[in-house]
């Protein structure tokens, strides 16, 4: 997969609450920073604090542009 199709695959994920689908875009040993908190490391940690996981809300991530190299 390209990096835009990575990111595009993501966001589809996201805003189906499909948590599964996230973690699975991530290596085992991935370290997601976030901006408030610490950072969570390991796939399964980070599955844990993604929506959906708690239905507590519904997010959507609404793309107004991506970029590549090249355009």
Known sequence: MTPKEVLEKWIDCFNASDVEGIAALYAD?????????????????????LPGSSQRLKMVCIVENIFEDGE
Do not use: F, I, S, W
Not at 29 to 49: F, L, M, R, T, W
């Open 29 to 49: 040993d991935a370290v997601n920073h976030q901006v408030a908190n610490a950072p969570v490391a390991g796939k399964e940690p980070y599955a844990g604090c």
